[in-house]
């Protein structure tokens, strides 16, 4: 059994990926993110994996996914201002299928705002900040032991589905320290990337399999490919036709929404016979259940449901939740971006953003307060 | 003859250049390089960016990769650390490399990793129609050029050999044999190679600048290009308007995914001792 350990959120996270398997890690160097970069430069080497710092954000984002399409398990590291500058190529990756874990580590926007304060600040960019329409999946820890957690899910969804997988840490998760307990490595379930059992001329390297999503043979290995940013057929050569458009771009959801159940991780609360729910995620959610228990001391029948998961958006599981409730309170650290995706699914009436964008993070006062109004009390 | 039709994938034919343009010599030329070295196919990625000249990857029968404008050299940077067993060669255009592109240039030339950039230079963005480039001659007329280009270019090799590349070569379209020696001795090189490969484009950059037809600019390259022996005799005044061709650099230094390993190697010896 592992010692306890105290731990950051940010070296947790590098832990958890480096044990899933990455031995690539491109960089470049941005509060509040920069410890994985600084970790995984000192612990790669030491394990055969390689670390480079590149000469910008981009740069960063295009390494990881040469290193992935030569066959390693690669992860990379930003906050807000580097996370758009890496969008185009996460949306090459999700074009081109390219297996790769982004980490970003929020902060406040727009442009350089606050570096080093904590906020969610790029929700909605994770799932709309590079152009045009695909599917993707976000994973947001609320503790330092999920991160590392989060970590291992993301880099096994990443090779699984073929597709970035973004990390959502914000910089209360990503700096604080806690005491964890991280599970042997021999307990850790990692998926890697399936092999064709085709041979080099009947493989194409962009045929879906029945789960959606085509075997990835690295390069070198004989299974000459192209790969892509334009549409193309099932060789990987452009194709821009009408039907392989549609093909792709549907693949490129349904592959990511037939597993929606399965990659929905969350934790619940409370919520037996909750007339109150809070749903928060990150860093808010931490301060949402300490008001949640205060709550629930004085008597209110409120509960909470985290969301790890972000995207694809557990619709599902939020209607579910959110049935049994008269109000849904959404804590977030930002202007209001989840919420709206709550709002869509439970109704206007119903969900009370509760936001903070100053800077600072949530006292638990500031969720309670809407928990004793929605339960109809008085302060 | 060498047989470089086992280079191409046939499927992906045919092409999408115009007629005339020069992009189809240059991969000739490249594919008879790597015939000459007999580079493994397996073992060889061609990586490139967007424009005209980087759909080339899609038409060579190797690992290719089409990535996104003027990011070749990173995914190339990638997959040399992933696997330096792999001979990484990247192809790009002028606007490509040396616009969008230039900073991971420079830092490729730096890091001296092992990644043979072949610039397919036409002096002109072809995909879009015709707009100037970096490497676009001053006063030359582009799309966005109405009144002659304002700026000055760059030059590319004094440009890679100040940064750091340990191979840098020119050639034209029209000295193909020439080129595909130069390539020879590029991909050869362990560390960052350059080969700056003048070529034509005649349909957005010859009809603009009045150059003629294909022959006729191919001709153009003939008369401007100065060999590198000749430089030392030539005055100032006879070298205006011409450029120099063959190889301009060759210079030693440590390669960046050796030196990696080799650090990789050392903490394991390292480590095993403690």
């Known amino acids: 059994m592992n010692k306890a350990r105290l731990m950051q959120g940010n070296e947790a996270c590098t832990e958890g990926a480096l044990a899933a398997g990455v031995r690539f890690f491109a960089g470049y160097p941005i509060t509040p993110s920069t410890e994985l970069a600084e970790l995984c430069a000192e612990k790669l080497p030491k394990l055969g994996g390689k670390f480079i710092q590149m000469e910008d954000e981009i740069a960063s984002m295009g390494a990881v996914c040469g290193a992935s399409l030569a066959g390693v398990k690669s992860m990379t590291a930003t906050s807000g201002p580097g996370f758009s500058l890496k ?44 152009h045009g329409d695909r599917g993707v999946i976000a994973l947001s820890p609320g503790s330092v032991r999920e991160a590392f957690d989060v970590a291992v899910h993301a880099v096994n969804f990443a090779e699984r589905f073929r597709t970035p997988v973004i990390i959502l840490l914000d910089e ?28 080099p001329e009947e493989f194409e390297a962009y045929k879906p399999d029945a789960d959606e999503v085509p075997t990835m043979m690295p390069f070198g290995d004989g299974y000459y490919h192209h790969v892509t940013g334009l549409m193309h057929n099932h060789k990987g050569q452009p194709a821009l036709d009408g039907a392989t458009t549609k093909e792709v771009l549907s693949r490129l959801h349904t592959k990511i929404e037939r597993v929606q159940d399965e990659i929905t991780l969350y934790t619940e609360h409370f919520l037996e016979d909750a007339e109150v729910v809070v749903i928060s995620y990150g860093g808010s959610a931490r301060a949402a259940l300490t008001a949640v228990k205060a709550g629930r001391e004085q008597g209110i029948k409120v509960g909470m449901l985290k969301l790890i998961t972000i995207w694809p958006f557990p619709k599902d599981l939020v209607q579910k939740v959110a049935a049994q409730a008269k109000k849904v309170i959404v804590p977030e650290m930002n202007y209001g971006q989840l919420v709206g995706e709550i709002e869509r699914y439970v109704g206007l009436g119903k969900v009370v953003p509760v936001n903070r964008y100053d800077g600072h993070l949530f006292h638990p006062n500031d969720i309670l307060t809407p928990i004793i109004e929605a339960a109809g009390g008085t302060i | 003859m060498a047989d470089i039709e086992k280079y191409l994938r046939k499927s992906a034919l045919p092409h999408i250049w115009c007629p005339g343009c020069g992009n189809g010599i240059v991969l000739a030329s490249m594919l008879r390089a790597i015939d000459k070295l007999q580079l493994d196919q397996q073992k060889t990625v061609i990586v490139s960016g967007i424009g005209c000249s980087s759909r080339a990857s899609g038409y060579m029968n190797f690992n290719t990769v089409h990535t996104a404008h003027g990011r070749a050299l990173p ?10 067993e792999l001979n990484v060669i990247v192809i790009t255009g002028d606007g490509d490399s040396t616009a969008i592109g230039g900073n991971h240039f420079i830092h490729s030339a730096r890091r001296n990793i092992d990644i043979t950039t072949i610039i397919f230079n036409n002096s002109v963005y072809g995909m879009t129609g015709g707009q100037y480039s970096p490497l676009s001659p001053v006063a030359s007329k582009a799309t966005t050029a109405p009144y002659g280009v304002a700026e000055r270019p760059f030059d590319i090799g004094v440009l890679a050999i100040a940064a750091g590349a340990t191979y840098v070569a020119r050639g034209t379209a029209f000295h193909a044999t020439q080129l595909t020696d130069l390539m020879v001795d590029a991909i050869q090189n362990k560390g960052f190679s350059v080969v700056d490969a003048i070529t034509q484009c005649p349909i957005s950059y010859g009809r603009k600048n009045k150059m003629g037809p294909a022959a006729q600019m191919l001709k153009w390259q003939r008369d401007h290009a100065v060999p590198v022996k000749a430089v030392s005799k030539m005055t100032p005044e006879a070298l205006r308007g011409k450029f120099v061709v063959g190889e301009l650099h060759r210079g030693v230094a440590p390669e960046y995914a050796a030196e990696y390993d080799k650090l990789i190697e050392s903490l394991r010896v390292k480590g095993g001792e403690a």
Do not use: C
């Open chain 1, 87 to 130: 969008q185009e190529l996460i949306g090459y990756a999700s074009m081109a299928e390219i297996p790769v874990v982004v980490v970003n580590v929020q902060r406040s926007g727009p442009s350089t705002g606050l570096p080093t304060a904590p906020a969610q600040g790029d929700v909605m960019q994770a799932r709309w900040g590079s």
């Open chain 1, 172 to 199: 209360v998760i990503g700096h604080m320290r806690e005491k964890v307990v991280l599970p042997e490595q021999d307990d850790i379930k990692i998926i890697n990337r399936k092999r064709t059992t085709l041979s």
């Open chain 2, 75 to 84: 995914f190339a940077t990638g997959i040399k650390m992933a696997n330096p």
